[in-house]
């Protein structure tokens, strides 16, 4: 049986648009939504140990369906919103090495999975028209519009891809932004807000904006709710180490191979930067007593990046502890 449902989720790899799911599947997710949210619920709360709270709910119309967009940083966020949300969605999959048998990947395929390869073009143009025949059928969606688990200290939310703006655009379909926090106790808080139309504005900046905002505040009231303050000097060593060990601890959770490239897992929203760039060519250039003033602050700044470079430090250090 297990080898079996291992090949099943194997085979959601190389799903086509026209037989990703059928319309009998589209029809008993619906039917079955609710008892697999109370199963899933149990299942967490015996099987992991965590304890699910939703902070804040919302009434949303059960006729209709919606784009849930949540915020991404830990392992449990996208079963704690099927495990709370009232309706039935599918939920837009990228963790490839995660496409085995374990009880939380089984739980996502049953209440409905897209797959996508994040680095592949036609893989992700096949995954939006996916997700606008799941919503035309009346489902809804489960997105993580930051892309990968925002691992900043000093970002609420990360800047969005355009996925939510772009589904909500073409069906006139309302986003609903979904904030998820778990703390040190196995408590995770899911918080809901105010459905947006973001199919009103007129550009994608502009939507993508207003559905950051509202992620990110969402997101610091529940850290201002329920998280633990303590003081810089209570933690011995560098803080920022000990912020990315934390994270580090996290993504061993999901049980990635030891060989695992974080290169690819750790991508990001491309953002415009100038240092970056810098970063890649400063060896070339001929840094002397005669320029040395010009480039101090900037050199400064990179020492401190490829210090606290997540990627480099989950590459050197991942096999070491996992």
């Not at 449990?76 to 709370?84: L, S």
């Not at 680095?119 to 489960?142: E, H, P, T, W, Y």
């Not at 778990?182 to 550009?203: A, C, M, Q, R």
């Amino acid at each position: 049986m297990k080898k079996f449902i291992f090949k099943r989720l194997e085979t959601l790899a190389t799903k086509d648009v026209n037989n990703f799911t059928t319309n009998f599947g589209l029809t008993i997710r619906r039917v079955l939504h609710k008892p697999i949210s109370i199963i899933f619920k149990v299942v967490l709360r015996v099987v992991y140990k965590q304890k699910i709270i939703v902070d804040r709910k919302i009434k949303l119309d059960k006729h209709k369906s919606y784009i849930f967009a949540s915020n991404h940083s830990f392992y449990f966020d996208g079963p704690a919103v099927i495990a709370t949300v009232d309706r039935n969605f599918y939920s837009l999959f990228g963790a490839t090495e995660q496409l085995h048998v374990e009880i939380r990947t089984l739980f996502i395929w049953l209440n409905g999975l897209i797959y996508v390869d994040r680095f592949d073009k036609q893989s992700r143009k096949d995954s939006v028209i996916k997700m606008n025949k799941v919503l035309q059928a009346g489902n809804s969606i489960l997105i993580f519009p930051e892309g990968r688990w925002n691992d900043s200290e000093n970002l609420l939310c990360q800047k969005l891809f355009a996925g939510p703006y772009n589904l909500s655009v073409q069906n006139k379909i309302e986003v609903v932004p979904v904030s998820v926090y778990n703390d040190d106790k196995n408590h995770i808080y899911v918080s809901y807000g105010e459905p947006l139309k973001l199919y009103e504005y007129d550009t994608k900046d502009k939507g993508i904006e207003v559905l950051r905002d509202s992620l990110a505040t969402l997101y610091y009231e529940q850290i201002e709710k329920h998280s633990e303050f303590f003081k810089r000097e209570d933690i011995k060593g560098d803080i920022h180490i000990h912020y990315m060990d934390s994270r580090m601890k996290e993504y061993s959770n999901a049980h990635f191979p030891s060989d695992y490239c974080w290169d690819d897992e750790l991508f990001t929203y491309k953002e415009n930067d100038d240092l970056e760039d810098v970063w890649k060519d400063i060896d070339k250039v001929n840094i002397n007593v005669k320029n040395i003033d010009k480039f101090k602050d900037i050199l400064q700044e990179l020492a401190i990046r490829k210090k606290y470079n997540f990627k480099d430090y989950m590459n050197e250090n991942y096999k070491k502890k996992y």
